[in-house]
Structures are given as C-alpha cells and as structure tokens.
C-alpha cells in the first residue's frame, strides 16, 4: 500500500497482471478482514488470503472463512494488562470487529489505516473470537518498553512505528502463508516476498525470495536479499512489474509516480 494506506492504481495493475497469468497472489496482513477483502477484490485475486496477522484466512470470491486460529481469552487479558501497567493504549480484534480502550491516537492511527467499526469496549468484557490484541505508543514510547514487552510476552512483535502486535502461537503470518502456499503445491523456496514489519520476519525467513521495503524496519532489511522502493513511490509496484516480464506476461507500463501531500509523505 501506498503512503495513504491504499493500493496505487500502479500496483493494483501489477497484481492483476500476475492473476491473470496464473500466479497466485497472497495478501498477508494484519488489517482486518473488510479491510482485505476489499484490497483482494480490487485487486482480482480469487485464491484465500489471510487478514487479522494471519489469524483469520479467507476465500475474498465467496467471502467466506476456511481458517480461523483465536486467542485464548487468559492470553489477550495477560497481554492487556501489561499494556495497562506500561501506560500503553490497547486494541484486541474479533474476526469481525476491532475494539479499543478508549478513543485516543490507537483509534485515529487505525482510521487512518483504513479500518472501520472501531468499537470502544471494555477489557474485561471480551468477544469469544479474540484474534490479535496489539498495544499502541508513540515510537519513543515503544521503544522504551520494548524490552519488557519482550521478557514478558516474547511472542510479540513489532509493526510499523507504533503498535505491538500478539495472536496466538498457530496464528502467526508464517503458519497462514504456510497453509494457503500448500493449497496451491506451490514450495516456499519458490515464493517472493515483500514486507516491511517485524511481524514479517516469521514468513521472510522461511521463503526463497524474500524483499524488504524500502520504509521497512530494519530488522526486516537485514534478512532480506534485496530492498525495492519507498511504499509511497510504488515500489512494490516495481518488483511485481519485473516479476511479471520474467514469465512473459506483459506488466503494465510505469505510471507517473503519485504526488502525495506532504504530510503522507513522511516516513512511519
């Protein structure tokens, strides 16, 4: 996605180029589920992706859930509470709705993000589906805390600038990527690709090809074998086009880049 959250008309051309040629295309994230079945739609691909941090995979054509992998309610509360005692905003996720502690900057950053149906709800009152629950700072405040985040709940992991994001130990992008690659034969040693946060580093390490934004933590560009272009410059749209003219299929011609507002331009 681009610096606004969205897909460039660019990259959504470069993913239909691979549909139609047969490539399977995988989104795998951890926006909500409205959230990617919108993104798959827009983008033509009928095979299942995984929204939720890979706790929920779906078929985006029926609209329908093949995997749903939640949290138990004693984990969310353990990783709640240790948001609470560091000061931290929180969000937990059900398959359909996202929750927050109160309306803050964690709500803002996820309406900015695109997501919707943001629910102000109580700790103590969660949904049976919990999914992901993720604690919310600034980045100086996060990364103050990192480390006891990380002695008390090591499963965590980092993504963006400003959120800690938990699911469950089977739930991971790694174990989705893992069952949707077996869907279609296809071996990880064969796949390509991109991310940009710490919760990518699970399913980079695994694949044959992996690439790291050029906005991606570092963590991410250490293991990658090769780094595209800024998010806000298409240039995940880059790799997709090269991608598609190294099977014949014909990619579709560089757009003029988008001129973003100043204040999307800026580097998370």
Known sequence: AGADHQLTPRTTAALRSLVEHGIPVILLTGRARQNVLELA????????????NGAVIFDPVEDTNTTITPM???????ILDLGARLGLERTW????????????ECSRMLRELNERDIIIGDPDELPDDITK???FGSEAELDEVADRIFD???SGTRSMYCFFEFVAPDATKWHALETMLEEHGVDPAHTLGLGDGGNDLAWLTQ???????ENARQEVKDIAIGVVGHHAHDGAAEILEELARSIGA???APAAPRQEPAEQQEEH
């Open 72 to 78: 138990t309610h004693a984990e969310a509360r353990r």
């Open 133 to 135: 629950v993720m604690l």
């Open 41 to 52: 739609r827009e983008a033509g691909i009928r095979n299942t992706v995984a929204s939720n």
């Open 250 to 252: 014909d990619a579709p």
């Open 207 to 213: 694949i044959g090809f992996p690439f790291a934004m």
């Open 152 to 154: 008390a709940a090591p």
């Open 93 to 104: 996720w059900s398959v359909t709705d996202i929750y927050v502690d109160r309306d803050g």
